[in-house]
């Protein structure tokens, strides 16, 4: 049976404006995963989300994927989708490797966006560094968000209104994505 419930993965360079996406998607600042999930409006009131708003840089992978297990335990109730952010570490104490690892083996349609740009400077995920993360990637869907974002407020907001398409056409979708 396919899990009608998502997995949307925003994935960054470290310190680069993912979490001010998210912010921006939902138009809330404060996220508390363990507890009941939230109905964001603008994706309909049978959509509900659990948001993890801590990532991998500021802990290691081990530790995320920890506090990850503890979050998708805690909400396997149908109808919650999840919203993890990460960045991009391909190697050393925080290497999302093993977190790609731990998504793959989930019942849920995971679906990564891969922000190309970062917010505060001009350091931006590489055509090799995606395509590693593709390798990684056993199951789920690769969306890339090109948009520059450096220093504007105004590419950010649209960079979240970008993403935040992507993920209601997803959701409005009546066919779930292959395991």
Do not use: W
């Not at 404060?30 to 309909?44: D, E, H, Q, S, V």
């Not at 049978?46 to 335990?73: D, P, Q």
């Not at 952010?85 to 083996?105: F, M, T």
Request: hydrophobic share 40%; charged share 20%.
């Amino acid at each position: 049976m396919v899990n009608p419930n998502r997995i949307f993965v925003l994935i960054n360079l470290p310190n680069s404006g993912h979490f001010d996406t998210v912010v921006r998607i939902f138009g809330r600042k404060n996220f508390f995963p363990l507890k009941t999930p939230f109905i964001a409006p603008r994706f309909g009131a049978h959509n509900k989300f659990a948001v993890m708003g801590t990532n991998n840089s500021r802990c290691t992978t081990t530790e995320y994927i920890a506090e990850l297990n503890k979050v998708l335990a805690s909400h396997t109730q149908l109808g919650v989708h999840f919203v993890l952010n990460l960045a991009l570490y391909l190697e050393g104490p925080h290497d999302i490797s093993d977190v790609i690892q731990v998504l793959n083996k989930q019942s849920y349609s995971v679906h990564y966006f891969v922000l190309v740009h970062n917010y505060k400077d001009d350091r931006k995920i590489t055509g090799e560094m995606q395509a590693e993360l593709q390798r990684m990637i056993g199951r789920g869907s690769m969306h890339t968000v090109d948009m520059l974002v450096k220093n504007s407020s105004i590419r950010m907001e649209q960079r979240s209104a970008e993403v935040t398409e992507i993920i209601g056409d997803i959701l409005n979708k009546s066919v779930f994505y292959p395991l």
